[in-house]
């Protein structure tokens, strides 16, 4: 086989995972897979509805989207234990789309996200979402829980109004509260306590012979994962009895879902909107940043959930990206919104037992199944018991537990973490985390503009004084400026002794700092003090060469540093003054032709010695 052919059968095994797990699939594998796959569905649909709720859509469209992501992923993905779907977050930035527009506009952001997350895996730029560091993810996760929370409250209360914001939304669930229903509040509440019990039931430890144990413990984890749609079909229950007996309901309720499997079209690059018909270009501008925030965004959950269920295998975020981008493309011609890895169910998954990516072919079938034969009953589902599905899932993604870490190892990063969870509950999750993430860039180009400089008096072996300048930074544009001010008062402050810079923590230089060494150095050599380098690493070399020249004098052990000293300091001893303490003795001035002596009072005599060739 030709390099060339071994080089694209290699490519193709890594873009197509399938091909390395499937030849070793077992009928074990099967039945762990069937199992976990039919477990994440009943996980799946109580949350789709209630996502494509918060989402400001009609709740069939989170269960259009909770389909293709899972087909996709078989082929694709490189995690077992990923489910791709809706999540809240993705709903949270869909609704600030789709506020005051119609579903089109979600339709064209999942699949605007799935075009821009394929470019960014062609050209390798997974990298970016290393540029979103930890303090500014748990702020911006922290932030979006609350406001996604804080949203379900009307719901949770019974109250119908619309809403833009985290502020918006607390303001008129404050000035509506009066017009809260009983029923839903009640509802809403016992649904809240008997999800976070049921939460709990999986680690419940029973006291019973070995022999049932095991079964028992799984039977209460089965409960317990399975928890949002026991809630959801039992609150659906007691309302269709109420409707089925002719006393209305005392909860709002979901209503009519549109039945059948989604059409199977083109994305809308236009639409009708009060009459008006909206091109492609103005459906873009008013999509604005999200069409660049939301797939990186979902390119950071689905990575981070990736390598938390990685089992410390190395993650290939560039994959990850391109099976995100195929999913989000696809769905969007099943009319899905944005889709990303979801934490939540990909735990269950995990949890459930799950040995390949081939269980998220029997989740996406049972979808595809309620889609086709329960959106009927999905329309007595009451509204308060799907937020309170929501407001669970997402108040144990506040992260605060964090903080008291974060602030024993690092304090300054307190800062990046509240200032994003502030400024996206204040101006949108959106702007907030690009701040988020440029004030943690502040904090992190702060030093390579000030870095640190330690100073210090080194006496040698033989006597011989200089000063040593450890630079705790590369020699990069920001902070140049900064290092040749420190360097130059320290040799100011001591005229007669050289200055020596250790490079030991400079690993790199640009044709900025070159060319402010340069001039550095002429300023040591205008005033004749000596300024030496001391174990520059080759690049700095080369880079300072270039725009230094001769003048730069390194040397590379401090032996040679030393050895050096020393030849310069016998050199001096021989053109220099030298200073002659003779006691309280007078002398009379005495020239001859090879020195200068005489008196300058005090008993001080100094010698001007010239060197005879």
């Known amino acids: 086989m030709s390099v060339a052919k071994v080089k694209l059968y290699k490519f193709i095994r890594r873009r197509l995972p399938i091909l390395q797990w499937a030849p070793n699939y077992t ?16 996980t799946v649909m109580p949350q789709a509805l209630a996502y494509a709720t918060l989402g400001g859509l009609e709740p069939q469209y989170g269960l259009y989207s909770s389909f293709v992501g899972c087909f996709v992923y078989i082929l694709f993905g490189n995690c077992k234990d990923i489910t791709i779907g809706p999540t809240a977050l993705m709903a949270l930035m869909t609704y600030q789309q789709v506020l005051n527009r119609n579903a089109d506009f979600a339709v064209l952001l999942c699949f605007l996200s799935g075009i821009i997350q394929l470019l960014m895996a062609v050209l390798n730029l997974g990298i970016l979402v290393d540029f979103i560091s930890i303090p500014v993810t748990v702020g911006f996760t922290s932030a979006t829980s609350v406001i996604i929370a804080v949203s379900q409250f009307k719901g949770l209360l019974g109250l119908t109004f619309s809403s833009s914001g985290f502020l918006d939304t607390l303001t008129k669930v404050f000035q509506n509260i009066h017009e809260s229903r009983i029923s839903d509040c009640i509802l809403g509440i016992i649904c ?22 095991k079964y028992i413990s799984r039977t209460l984890w089965l409960i317990s994962t399975s928890r949002n749609a026991l809630v959801v079909i039992t609150c659906s229950v007691i309302a269709y009895c109420y409707e089925s007996s002719g006393t209305k309901s005392p909860f709002l309720l979901t209503g009519a879902i549109k039945p059948g499997f989604p059409t199977f079209q083109v994305p809308p690059f236009s639409t009708t909107l009060k009459n008006q018909t909206i091109p492609f270009s103005d459906m873009f501008m008013d999509l604005g940043s999200s069409v660049f925030l939301v797939p990186i965004i979902a390119v950071l959950g689905n990575v981070a959930i990736a390598k938390a269920f990685s089992s410390g295998q190395s993650i290939d975020a560039t994959q990850e990206l391109f099976t995100l981008s195929l999913a989000n493309i696809f769905g969007s011609f099943f009319s899905s919104m944005p889709v990303t890895g979801s ?36 329309a007595f589902i009451p509204k308060s018991s799907l937020a309170a599905v929501i ?109 020596v810079v250790d490079c030991r923590h400079i690993l790199g230089a640009d044709f900025t700092a070159a060319k402010g060494i340069a001039a550095l150095i002429k300023e040591f050599l205008s005033r004749k003090q000596s300024l030496y380098f001391l174990n520059p690493h080759e690049d700095v070399i080369t880079v300072l060469q270039g725009a230094v020249a001769d003048d730069f004098r390194y040397f590379n052990s401090s032996e040679e540093l030393e ?49 005879i060739n």
């Open 343 to 378: 934490f939540s169910r990909s735990a269950v998954n995990h949890a459930s037992g799950v040995e390949t990516q081939l269980g998220g072919l029997y989740t996406g079938v049972m979808v595809v199944l309620a889609l086709s034969f329960l959106t009927p009953y999905f």
């Open 563 to 611: 050895d050096s000293l020393k030849r310069l300091k016998e050199d001096s001893n021989e053109r220099t003054h030298l200073l002659l303490d003779v006691g309280d003795v007078g002398l009379a001035p005495y020239k001859d032709d090879n020195s200068d002596l005489h008196s300058v009072g005090n008993g001080k005599v100094v010698l001007n010695h010239r060197r």
């Open 192 to 213: 809240i306590v008997i999800l976070i019990a049921l939460r709990k039931l999986k680690d419940l430890k029973i006291c019973t012979n070995s022999k049932n144990q």
């Open 27 to 42: 009928l074990h594998k099967f039945v762990s897979d069937t199992i976990a796959g039919i477990t994440v569905a009943l």
């Open 391 to 499: 407001i669970c899932a997402v108040i144990f993604m506040i992260e605060y537990e964090i903080v008291k870490p974060m602030w024993r190892s690092n304090k300054k990063d307190i800062i990046p973490t509240f200032a994003t969870f502030i400024l996206c509950l204040i101006i949108g999750v959106e702007y907030g985390i690009v701040l988020g993430v440029g004030i943690n860039m502040i904090f992190i180009l702060y030093p390579s503009a000030r870095p640190s400089i330690h100073l210090k008096n080194v006496m040698t072996n033989d006597g011989l004084e200089y000063i040593l300048i450890t630079p705790g930074s590369s020699l990069y544009f920001p902070g140049i400026e900064f290092i040749k001010s420190s360097i130059g008062k320290a040799g100011l402050a001591s005229l007669h002794l050289p200055v």
